[in-house]
């Protein structure tokens, strides 16, 4: 017998996550945010896409909205086409 100390080394101290949430096949993270009551959904969505303007956000990461946000989206795109 070999003991596993000699294939691997443990260190207990250096852990990952125990799960990796992925929405579709890519690794996923949610940001969930309150913005006033009182601004419309047109509001909301452009203060969010101007924050990530201002942190310089990569162009590889995307970011989506979903529930109210995402129908809100969805409606703008329906009535533009």
Avoid: C
């Avoid at 945010?33 to 990461?61: D, V």
């Amino acid at each position: 017998m070999i003991p596993l100390s000699t294939l691997v080394d443990v260190d207990l101290r250096r852990t990952g996550p125990l799960s990796v949430s992925h929405q579709g096949q890519f690794p996923a993270v949610t940001l969930s945010f309150n913005l006033p009551p009182a601004w419309r959904s047109a509001r909301r969505s452009a203060a969010i896409q101007q924050a990530e303007r201002e942190i310089g956000k990569p162009q590889a990461l995307s970011g989506s909205f979903q529930g109210n946000a995402q129908a809100f989206q969805s409606s703008l795109a329906t009535s533009r086409s």
